[in-house]
Each structure stands twice: as structure tokens, then as C-alpha cells.
């Protein structure tokens, strides 16, 4: 029977990070995984950063709805028609504001015989755990029904920092493993047992927040992308794009976490959209995206 893995955790936790390693481990291994994305606006960015690995016909992006409501339905259809494999497994990434107690309890109803019980790994950012103002109830909520937490951002923490976090956790989820991504056995995964850990209802309403996106044109330089993040307004919670700077030739990726760090770094082949910039959270209106890329050049 072949497993199916969900990946959950507040935006800019590592979810994709997870994922890629995962991935990654698993072929290495002789495994066969099928990927689903999930985001608010075009999960297929996300998508293409991982075709250097697996074919794109074995992932599948899901964009414009949130899985663990009203975009459950399409997920589960997408599960039972991938194809039967030798050495099957399917992992799944959930947009960074999933109800992921819904998403454990909704996913598992009407899936195809040959797939295993859902289990779910919850990415916990340590650096910025329950800082999230608003949002701590949503954060809290992802790790609750986990079988495994994996621990994030914990190279510039102090070890009383992250003790705490561990002490919050296992009070949330006593049931759950905790792990760091570097001593994670894939091997193992597939043997986890879905949580029983009893979760506190969750508004999630409150976490259906505004999406956007918009073309980007060729930016003149690096700088533009600072500039772009920087004029967005702190409301967004998540700046991703990608995009050609002038002079280069292949496409450059960039995003913004919650917590304000710019990341940028090459993007795996061409964009199926097109260049975009991308936004999720209050704020996140067209006008104010062009207004950002218009700035940008100008300067």
C-alpha cells in the first residue's frame, strides 16, 4: 500500500525545504513519489523548482484554493488517480495557512484502497515560533494532529530557546516526534501512525486571507527585487516571484518570509505563467504590487 505524507507549517517555515529534501532522499532510494502542491496563487512556481529531480508529469499543483476546505475535494480526486507504482509515495505540500486538523480529518474520507491512513509532518520555524501576533492560534493548531514535527531555522537560536519551543510543543502534541531535518530516517516515515492527539477547534475562516498576483517585467537589477520587498507592506505575509534581470539569462526566483528576510537564488528552467510576483496576506492588491514593480525601476 503506498503512503501519503502531508506536509504542514506557518508560511516561510521550510515546508518546501522538507519537501525537497524528502524528494530528493527518497529517489536517491529507489522510491517513486508523487507530488502535490497546494498554494493560494500559482503553485506552480513552487512546482518547477523541483523538475531537476522528478518529472513534472509526477507533480501536481494545486492553486487558488485551500485544501482543507472548500479545495478538498479536488485533492482528493487528485490522490486516487496517480498512478500505481512500484515503490509509491505521495507527499503532500499545504498552502502556509491550512487548517491542518481539517486537512487530517477531511483527507482520509472516500481515498482508494491501496493508499495508507494520512500522516502528517508539521515544519515548525523555532526562531519565530508563536510570534506570529494574530496568527499564533493558527500556527498552534498546524502541529496538534502531527505524527512528526521537524524543527527550522535553528542555526542562529540559543539552545534555551529552542528548549522552550520543544517544552511548548510536546505540551500541544505529547505524541508526537520531534526532529531536526539532518536526523529524519525516510525510511521510517511511511511506518508513522496517524495522531490521536485531540485538537482544539480552529476559526479558519480567520486564515483565509487575500492572495494576488501580477507580471513582472525584466528588472534591471538585483536591487529592484529589494526594492520591490521592502515597498510591500508588512500586512503580506509572503512575497514570492520570479523573473529575468537584465544581462542574464536564465530566470531568478526570489521571496520574502514573514519575518522580512529577502531570499533569492536561481529559478530551475522557465516559468509556465510567465514572470510573476506573488502575495498572500492582507494588503495584497494589484495596485499595490504594480505601484512596488513601477518604484523599483524608476529608482
Known amino acids: 500500500m503506498e503512503a501519503i505524507i502531508t506536509i504542514v507549517g506557518f508560511l ?14 527518497y529517489i536517491e532510494k529507489g522510491w517513486n513519489p508523487f507530488i502535490i502542491l497546494n498554494d493560494y496563487e ?18 501536481k499543483a494545486l492553486s487558488g484554493s485551500c485544501i482543507c476546505c472548500n479545495g478538498i475535494v479536488e485533492l482528493r480526486n487528485t490522490v486516487n ?24 480529518e477531511f483527507l482520509g474520507v472516500g481515498l482508494n484502497d491501496r493508499f495508507l491512513p494520512p500522516i502528517q509532518i508539521s515544519v515548525v520555524d523555532v526562531k519565530n515560533w508563536q510570534k506570529r501576533d494574530g496568527y499564533n492560534e493558527l500556527e498552534s493548531n498546524q502541529i496538534q494532529v502531527s505524527s512528526l514535527i521537524v524543527l527550522t531555522h535553528i542555526e542562529k537560536i540559543t539552545e534555551s530557546r529552542q528548549k522552550l519551543v520543544v517544552k511548548e510543543l510536546e505540551e500541544l502534541n505529547p505524541f508526537a516526534k520531534i ?23 480552529l476559526d479558519h475562516q480567520k486564515a483565509h486571507w487575500s492572495s494576488c498576483s501580477t507580471d513582472l517585467p525584466i528588472l534591471p537589477n538585483v536591487k529592484c527585487i529589494h526594492t520591490i520587498c521592502n515597498m510591500l507592506p508588512k500586512s503580506i505575509l509572503r512575497v514570492k516571484g520570479c523573473t ?12 520574502r518570509t514573514p519575518d522580512g528576510e529577502i531570499h533569492i537564488r536561481p529559478f530551475n528552467g522557465t516559468p509556465i505563467t510567465g514572470p510573476k510576483l506573488l502575495t498572500i496576506g492582507p494588503g495584497s492588491e494589484p495596485y499595490i504590487l504594480e505601484r512596488a514593480i513601477n518604484s523599483s525601476i524608476d529608482l
Open 12 to 25: 516561510g517555515a521550510g515546508k518546501t525545504t522538507l519537501l525537497k529534501y524528502l524528494t530528493n532522499n
Open 42 to 59: 500559482n503553485a506552480n512556481i513552487d512546482a518547477q523548482q523541483l523538475t531537476n529531480k522528478i518529472e513534472l508529469t509526477s507533480i
Open 179 to 201: 526532529l531536526t531535518m539532518d536526523t529524519i530516517d525516510i525510511s521510517l516515515l511511511p511506518e508513522l501512525l496517524p495522531s490521536k492527539n485531540n485538537a482544539q477547534k
Open 244 to 255: 529575468k534581470i537584465e544581462q542574464e539569462q536564465k530566470y531568478t526566483y526570489f521571496e
Open 81 to 104: 488517480r496517480i498512478p500505481k507504482r512500484a515503490k509509491g509515495i505521495t507527499l503532500i505540500e499545504a498552502n502556509g495557512t491550512s487548517d491542518a486538523c481539517s486537512l487530517m
